[in-house]
């Protein structure tokens, strides 16, 4: 029997407006109809429509500025994804300790596209806090995060995704060019963490972990994030080892079976299930005010 093509069931109309929505949650201070119409190629009549009938479902509130933002029904959309998402629910216990042992702000990321997109966000409890929101994508060339995800891809899938990069310098820091990226990558993977030494974000430092699923397959991870004042290239060495052990234990919950006779876990007994804290945990998250007199990359 011949094999019947794959159906498509495109619906441009449906397309659009849901492209449209995206390029509101890419602008935390709204967009105006003659924005968006810019951004989308789309004519402004066409643009007014659509926002109009976002707007009625409330999908989209509209300020007496004429400014748009999302509304209510993206944000009841929103909690309920991440209330499906099982790496949130099974981390949760780990990342909350991990937040009580070093007392900064930790991260769950998960990639979509060509970014990692916070899902879950546990504050410090210190003074000085960084400011970033669940929902928000950051960059995966420049970020913690994003680079453990990308240096654990597939290699041919890794090479696509290079090549779509737009290698913005966002910082003096920032990673300059695919040749210096790929170097940094092959250090993330012979390291098995990797760091943000204010590349995204001056005087933020961060240092990730990546969590692998059952498959093996590396589509989340989990950070560590403080100030510069607060985080000298010396700590970030002492909370490499905690966060791995962390990263390894919520895979294991989602059915990750590490491969070979040895691994982190058996190395570092660092906690039972859910985290317990321990001498060595204790050890690896003691907080320093020096700052770094060079921002040059160390090799870790």
């Known amino acids: 029997m011949a094999d019947h093509p794959k159906r498509s069931y495109n619906i441009t109309a449906l397309q659009r407006g849901l492209r449209l929505l995206q390029l509101f949650s890419e602008s935390p201070r709204g967009r105006t109809a003659k924005q ?3 951004l989308s190629g789309l004519p402004v ?3 007014h429509r659509f926002l109009a009938n976002l707007h009625s479902t409330g999908f989209l509130n509209c300020g007496s500025d004429g ?5 209510i029904a993206c944000f009841s959309i929103g909690q309920a994804a991440l ?3 099982d790496i949130r629910r099974l981390s949760l216990p780990y990342l909350q300790e991990l937040n009580q042992q070093t007392r900064e702000t930790i991260h769950l990321t998960v990639r979509h596209g060509l970014s990692a997109v916070y899902v ?6 210190e003074q000085l806090r960084i400011h970033s929101r669940i929902g928000a994508g950051v960059p995966l060339y420049c970020t913690a995060v994003g680079k453990v995800m990308l240096a654990h891809m597939p290699m041919d899938e890794r090479a696509k995704v290079l090549r779509q990069l737009d290698l913005k310098k966002l910082t003096p820091n920032t990673v300059g060019s695919l040749q210096e990226l790929e170097a ?3 250090r993330v993977r012979k390291n098995g963490y990797a760091c943000d030494l204010e590349e995204h974000e001056l005087h933020i430092r961060c240092i990730a972990a990546p969590i692998w699923d059952h498959a093996g397959g590396v589509h989340a991870s989990l950070s560590i994030t403080a100030p510069l004042v607060r ?3 010396s700590r970030l060495r002492q909370l490499a080892p905690l966060i791995q052990v962390v990263g390894l234990q919520i895979s294991r919950e989602l059915g990750y079976q590490a491969t070979g006779t040895t691994t982190l876990t ?4 660092l906690v039972r299930s859910p985290l317990g804290r321990s001498s060595m945990g204790r050890s690896l998250v003691g907080k320093s005010g020096a700052s770094e007199a060079s921002l040059a990359k160390p090799v870790f």
């Open 120 to 125: 879950e966000k546990l504050d410090s409890p």
């Open 184 to 186: 940094e990558l092959h």
């Open 67 to 71: 400014v748009y933002h999302l509304g």
């Open 36 to 38: 968006v119409a810019c």
């Open 83 to 85: 209330g499906q998402l």
């Open 266 to 269: 058996d190395r570092l007994p």
């Open 231 to 233: 985080m000298p290239v």
């Open 45 to 47: 009549s066409t643009v």
